[in-house]
């Protein structure tokens, strides 16, 4: 969970849920707003995952969500969804339980252990692990529904910290990074923009302390990320 604490990027919390998935023999996973009741798509309300682009795919094309009893019981209950192909092959109808169980098999998905959540401004959420291992046991459980609340949680405030960065860089120090971005140097930044080369260096210097970063490259990265510059 320190790994957790200390994530500042997105990517950071994908490497974590990784790091969990191996622990429990999970091979998927997939962190997700909880989907509205008239979501068509499961892409749309990705958060991160790792599931193959045509896994994805294949599921919003054969339009499983709607008709999905697992995200009916998620929508309505604070308490972990486990399943497995017989439950889906079950409590589906007839005419959708066949075409998710190929491709949830085609794909090693036999068993799924699905975790509703919230953030800290009450956003509702989900995480999901799927693969083919044996059952899980009541602390397993219990441990990965908690370790689930908190990698909702902390998306959320990285996002939210993301915001806070976009808010407070200026239009200058944008500028100096989006230059920086393109290969010029602070020499040459100044002449482009008619300042100092001192000038220069104290705005990137302090978009660099801005962004959270440790250097330029860093912060034209971080940047390029936010869509601040492209």
Not at 159 to 187: H, P
């Amino acid at each position: 969970m320190a790994d957790l604490a200390t994530s500042k990027t997105q990517f950071d919390v994908f490497r974590f849920m990784k790091q969990i998935g191996e622990y429990f023999g999970a091979k998927f996973f997939l962190v997700m707003n909880m989907p509205p009741v008239d979501a068509l798509h499961l892409a749309s309300c990705s958060v991160i995952t790792n599931w193959p682009a045509e896994l994805l795919s294949e599921y919003d094309e054969a339009t499983l969500l709607p008709t999905s009893p697992i995200f009916h019981r998620l929508r309505n209950t604070s308490l972990p969804v486990l399943f497995d192909l017989a439950t889906i092959a079950r409590e589906r109808d007839a005419k959708t339980a066949d075409r998710a169980t190929t491709i949830l098999r085609a794909h090693n998905l036999l068993r799924n252990a699905s975790f509703p959540v919230f953030d800290f401004a009450g956003n509702r959420g989900a995480v999901a692990i799927s693969g083919e291992w044996g059952e899980l046991s009541f602390i397993d459980v219990v441990l990965l529904h908690h370790v689930s609340a908190h990698v909702f949680n902390r998306l959320a405030e990285i996002r939210e910290m993301d915001a806070c960065v976009k808010e407070t860089l200026t239009e200058r120090e944008i500028e100096c990074l989006s230059w920086t971005s393109a290969g010029k140097t602070s020499i040459e930044i100044a002449e482009i923009m008619g300042l100092s080369e001192h000038t220069i260096n104290h705005y990137l210097n302090r978009a660099t302390k801005k962004l959270d970063t440790v250097n330029r490259t860093q912060a034209v990265a971080k940047s390029l990320r936010l869509g601040l510059i492209r």
